[in-house]
């Protein structure tokens, strides 16, 4: 199962993770991305975060590999 980070200390708010999978990506009351659904993802779902992560120009979105 994989799961997104997202590291606040890169993220600059542009946006562009919710724009890609926004059932995974919101922005928070700061402005900076924050993750909203980081369990049971959908095949389709682990992909938009995936293209969000590679998108992103920061590179603040990190995927964990869980395999428990």
């Known amino acids: 199962m994989e799961k997104f980070k997202v590291n606040k200390d890169a993220c600059i708010?542009?946006?562009a993770c919710m724009a890609l999978c926004p059932e995974v990506f919101d922005i928070d009351e700061e402005?900076?991305?924050?993750?909203i659904k980081d369990d049971n993802l959908t095949s389709?779902?682990?992909?938009?975060?995936?293209?969000?992560?590679?998108?992103?120009?920061?590179?603040a979105i990190s995927k964990e590999e869980d395999n428990a």
Do not use: I, K, R
């Open 13 to 15: 708010g542009c946006g």
């Open 31 to 35: 402005g900076l991305a924050t993750v």
């Open 44 to 59: 389709e779902e682990v992909e938009n975060a995936t293209d969000a992560m590679e998108g992103c120009p920061t590179a």
